[in-house]
């Protein structure tokens, strides 16, 4: 009986629910056709999301752009156009260029998204 009561009280999976929290919630973001880059310091993000989710922050992997402004920064369901603005041009990227926009949800988390890079 002693073991019965034992695996009953010891769950630490479940204890720690944030644990779990960050895959569900990447999962919850998906591209529908590849981002676009400006070099003046401009991104915008075509999303689908399967429930809502807030973006803190985004950056270009492999870079120190960060971004100033996320607009939105709640993802609802469904369709979402994302327009996110870094603090500088983006003088350090070429045209034609492949990039990954990480994306920072609320439960820090982070959503790579694909991005090319435009004039």
Do not use: C, W
């Not at 944030?18 to 999962?27: E, I, R």
């Not at 870079?63 to 350090?92: A, C, D, H």
């Amino acid at each position: 009986m002693s073991n019965s009561n034992t695996q009953y009280n010891y769950t630490p999976y479940n204890n720690n629910p944030t644990s779990t929290q960050p895959s569900s919630q990447a999962n919850l973001v998906k591209y529908v056709k590849v981002g676009e880059v400006y070099l003046n310091g401009m991104v915008r993000l075509h999303l689908y999301s399967l429930g809502q989710v807030y973006l803190l922050s985004a950056q270009i992997d492999g870079t120190s752009y960060t971004s100033q402004v996320i607009n939105p920064r709640y993802l609802m369901k469904g369709y979402n156009e994302v327009t996110i603005y870094f603090s500088s041009m983006l003088n350090s990227l070429r045209v034609g260029e492949r990039v990954i926009v990480m994306l920072i949800t609320a439960d820090n988390d982070t959503v790579g998204i694909p991005a090319v890079v435009l004039a």
